[in-house]
Structure formats: structure tokens, C-alpha cells
């Protein structure tokens, strides 16, 4: 469904595209970050720098990659075209595959640096009482490392949303399986037509405002209420 204005389909396919990816990557980047805030071993740097690569490298560079390295000629390509009769990349699983991996450092930097600020004292404390690493986890670690989680979760979804050159490059612009608003809003601008070019864009931007605005508000409420003394 679509308008001269709103490309519905397009939206829709950006806002599951969205929360798949943060369904998938979230739980896996909160276990990593929490590794990677409290352990030290050889190669560690070598590791973060790897993990944040997509945040230097140009988009089209890691959608080159990803195509390659997803593509029918490469092995994980050929696996899964034989697995399921159906190509990696020019395909929403394709999508999903390319928008955990560029989003890592938008979920895994966040939540890294709300647990380095959990002391050490807590964890000890804890293990001191007889909790076990789930419960630590659950009832310890994650409400003092929650704002973290939320600008994570917040960054990841926006920056989802407004992903274009891996998702053209792995993607290309399938209407209702790969068009994302972002490749659609780039369609229009090729097609001259500026004024449904310039609705979509604006819809992006009010709504990255308003998920932000809201998250730093709630970031801040949860840390207020955490610092207060328990009595």
C-alpha cells in the first residue's frame, strides 16, 4: 500500500527490518558487552576495533563485503541457496543478516561502557550473598547498566531505519522485499519527484527526534531513580 506521498510498503518493510534486527542482536550484544567490560585477555583491542569497523568504514565497503561474503559464490552463500532454495543477498534475510552486522558497535559500545560504570564492588557483593550469574545479572547488573541498554536499543533501531548504502549494495530495491524507506525516499529523488522525496524524509526525521528525545528522557529517569538511596 502506498500514496503519491508515503510509501507504506516501504515503511513497513524498514519498521520489521527494525525490530528483527533488534530482536537478534540486542541479547547477543548484551552477553558481549558484558565479556568485553569485565574480562582482559590478549587481542582485546585488536577485538573492539573489529567490532566497531562499521562505524569508520563507508557503507558501500561493508555492503561490498557482505555481498561477497553472502553471495551465491562464496561458501555461506552457496550453503544456504542449497538449504533453503533461496539466495542470501536480493532478499529480506539477506537484510537481516547485513543489518545485525553493521549494527553492532550501535548496540555492543552502549551497553559496554554502563557495565564498565557498575563497580566491582557490586558483582563481589553479589557473589558474596551466593547469586548466581543469571540472577547477578538479572537483578543486579541490569538495572544499573539499563539506561545503556536503552540508548542501545534506540540507536540500533534508528540507525536500522536510516541504513541505506549496505542495504542498497546487499538489498537492492525489490518493492516489498528489500525497498527500505530509505532506498525509497533515493527512488523518488531519482524519479524527480521531490515532494514525496521530502515527506518520507521528513517522517524519518520526527520520528528519530521524538525515539531519542524519549530515550535520553527515560535514561535519565532511570538513572535518577537508581541513585536514590535505598531504605
Known sequence: MSSPGMDFTALRLSLEL?????????P???????????????GKSLLEAAL?????????????????????????????????????????SGLVVASVIVNIPFAVQPMQR???AIP??????????????????????????WPGVVTAFVLTFAHTLGEFG??????????????TIAIAI???V????????????????VFSLLVLALAGGWGRRIGRRDALPRI
Open 114 to 116: 554502563a557495565f564498565e
Open 18 to 26: 527494525g525490530v528483527v534486527t533488534v530482536l537478534l542482536l540486542l
Open 28 to 42: 547477543l550484544a548484551l552477553m558481549t558487552a558484558r565479556f568485553l567490560a569485565w574480562r582482559r585477555f590478549p
Open 120 to 145: 566491582g564492588e557490586v558483582r563481589d557483593a553479589a557473589a558474596c550473598c551466593g547469586m548466581g550469574f543469571w540472577r547477578t545479572l538479572l537483578t543486579v547488573e541490569l538495572p544499573l547498566a
Open 190 to 205: 531519482q524519479a524527480f519527484d521531490y515532494a514525496a522525496a521530502g515527506q518520507m524524509s521528513l517522517l524519518l526525521l
Open 52 to 92: 566497531a569497523v562499521p562505524l569508520v568504514l563507508p557503507p558501500t565497503v561493508v555492503g561490498y563485503y557482505l555481498l561477497v561474503g553472502m553471495g551465491s559464490g562464496s561458501w555461506l552463500g552457496e550453503w544456504v541457496e542449497r538449504m533453503t532454495g533461496q539466495s542470501l543477498v536480493f532478499s529480506f
Open 186 to 188: 533515493y527512488d523518488r
Open 166 to 179: 549496505v542495504v542498497l549494495m546487499v538489498g537492492g530495491s525489490i518493492p516489498g522485499e528489500t525497498q
